[in-house]
């Protein structure tokens, strides 16, 4: 495949050209580093890594692979949990150099280039005093995100990212590039992008979004139960997102840690888990001390942390917290920390001192690191009720986990992400093309089975008593049980939190044979190239 190498090292436009790397080329270093994505289980070696710098680079790739019958796959901010953002012997195009934005105030429009991740795309918006319905994760690229969904912090007041994504640049399987907007011959293949997924129909070298004015204050919080059964927390989490409720809650998601099978026949209702409420609020500090004593009169919190910005040059910059602190948001917690006979919660509204809570212009993402992980996902029904509760408690205990793969190292929990807010309450659905594909708008939330693990060189010097590696078997067929688990209260999985045994209508639910028929009319890639394990065909 030399022969493939040279053209795509040939590649030009306007005087520039890509980077490429590749295996025991001149830039072993580089290559290296570039092959590597955020979940470290899955180790790739593509054929050839082009970092494209603009459309036209991207096009000529496209054409190249093609006419090599190459595998092609593409990246921007490599996060895929599955790994189809490359693979062996592919030729894997690299957006994460394209990196401009410019943002139009007047017509409330950001034109955002594939490359950005949100630790630096958020900060380039705010200095304009906008923003756009970004995710947590600081270093998730805004394109698959966009297409995905895109859930986060936002969610409750503005929606998804994709229905805030309103035209794009796609290059198509010939290696024709074209504008997407609401009113081209193509805006089917638009409402596509908005919620369908990525990769199906083109690679997106650019997305314009509609941005929002910031609040004058935002804050970022979490509170954590560690001694109240995780029923109760889940109840009243659920009425804290209630659609007509809590509108400056902007955004918030629930963490639930998994335990080991309790040696004690315990009721579903009354078993402990140790809880995570992140919180995301629009307002002053007084404004959300106010809203603490009323939703955690009748639910005190063991403990309440406000996550803000450090100082650093006069500026405000996102707090950074250490490598396990990514996995959750910035909690305190890193395991369950179940209570001793008799604990009882030692914190007090009281305790809470308001002059601590300071704010932001704009939510600072979470500084992530990569880490080997398996996710999967499912989302509430429309139907949801207590029996689905107490299910997601009972699929939260496991013989398959085990406390010392915890001490090794190994979180096992499920994050469930408000999809319930102000937003879809009052939504207007345009219908097809003019709305969007995302299937899950009337859903309470995302219910996200996660398990990752880590074990540093460090712990390895220090002989940890546990080896994490004697646990993530089973801990990984813990997320296979819950994917499989007959849970009728629930339904579909959200494509952002991939996973390569779900079923890719499930995904895509009553969009699906729309979008199947959008890509073959579309996307101009009768071989398929674009196509990994989850795409529409």
Not at 70 to 83: A, F, L, N
Not at 447 to 465: F, M, N, P, S, V
Request: charged share 25%; glycine share 8%; hydrophobic share 35%.
């Amino acid at each position: 495949m030399q022969e493939v190498i040279t053209l795509l090292e040939g590649i030009s436009h306007d005087g520039k050209s890509p980077k490429v790397l590749y295996d025991c080329g001149p830039d072993q270093a580089a290559y290296g580093s570039k092959r590597q994505i955020f979940n470290l289980k899955f180790q790739f070696k593509p054929l050839a890594i082009v970092l494209c710098k603009c459309t036209e680079h991207v096009q000529q790739a496209v054409k190249i692979a093609n006419d090599f019958d190459c595998v092609i796959r593409v990246r921007s901010g490599g996060h895929d949990h599955e790994g189809e953002c490359s693979g062996t012997d592919a030729v894997l195009i690299d957006l994460s150099e394209m990196t401009d934005v410019k943002v139009d105030k007047k017509a409330g429009l950001a034109r955002i280039q594939p490359g950005n991740i949100f630790q630096d795309l958020i900060p380039k918006l705010a200095k304009e005093d906008v923003c756009i319905p970004h995710g947590t994760c600081g270093t998730v690229g805004i394109a698959g995100f966009s297409m995905g969904g895109g859930w986060g912090p936002w969610t409750r007041l503005y929606g998804m990212c994709c229905d805030s994504l309103v035209g794009a640049t796609i290059v198509l399987g010939n290696g024709e590039a074209i504008e997407l907007t609401p009113e081209c011959e193509q805006k089917e293949l638009l409402w596509a992008l908005r919620g369908g997924g990525g990769f199906s129909y083109g690679i997106v070298t650019e997305l314009v979004i509609k941005t929002f004015q910031l609040p004058e204050t935002t804050i970022k919080f979490n509170a954590v139960w560690q001694y109240t059964p995780a029923f109760t927390v889940l109840k009243h989490w659920e009425d804290w997102i209630a659609a007509d409720k809590n509108e400056q809650l902007i955004g918030t998601n629930l963490m639930i840690m998994a335990i080991p099978t309790p040696k004690e026949s315990i009721p579903i209702r009354e078993t402990v888990h140790s809880c995570t409420f992140f919180g995301y609020f629009a307002g002053s500090k007084e404004e959300l001390y106010e809203h603490m004593k009323v939703w955690f009169t009748d639910l005190v919190p063991t403990t309440v942390t406000i996550i803000t910005p450090g100082i650093a040059d006069g500026k405000k910059q996102p707090h950074k917290f250490d490598s396990w602190d990514r996995l959750t948001s910035g909690s305190p917690l890193l395991g369950r920390n179940r209570p001793l006979p008799g604990a009882k919660n030692l914190f007090k509204l009281s305790d809470l001192d308001s002059d601590a809570l300071l704010h932001a212009e704009y939510i600072p993402p979470d500084v992530d690191a990569p880490a080997p992980h398996k996710i999967t996902s499912r989302l509430t029904s429309e139907e949801w009720n207590d029996k689905g509760r107490e299910s997601l408690i009972a699929s939260l205990q496991s013989n398959l986990l085990f406390d010392q793969g915890e001490n090794a190292g190994l979180l096992c929990y499920v994050t469930l992400g408000a999809i319930s807010g102000s937003y879809y309450a009052n939504y207007k659905d345009p219908g097809f093309p003019y709305g969007s594909a995302f299937p899950y708008k009337k859903r309470k939330y995302t219910i996200q089975y996660q398990a990752w693990w880590d074990q540093g060189e460090e712990d390895i010097k220090l002989g940890k008593k546990y080896n994490v590696h004697q646990y993530t078997n089973r801990a990984e067929d813990w997320i296979e049980v819950c994917r499989k688990r007959n849970f009728p209260e629930t339904s579909g999985s959200f494509i952002s939190f991939k996973d390569d045994g779900v079923p890719t209508r499930d995904y895509f639910m009553q969009s699906y044979d729309e979008l199947k028929r959008i890509k073959e009319e579309f996307s101009k890639d009768p071989r398929n190239r674009f196509s990994s394990r989850k795409t529409i065909i």
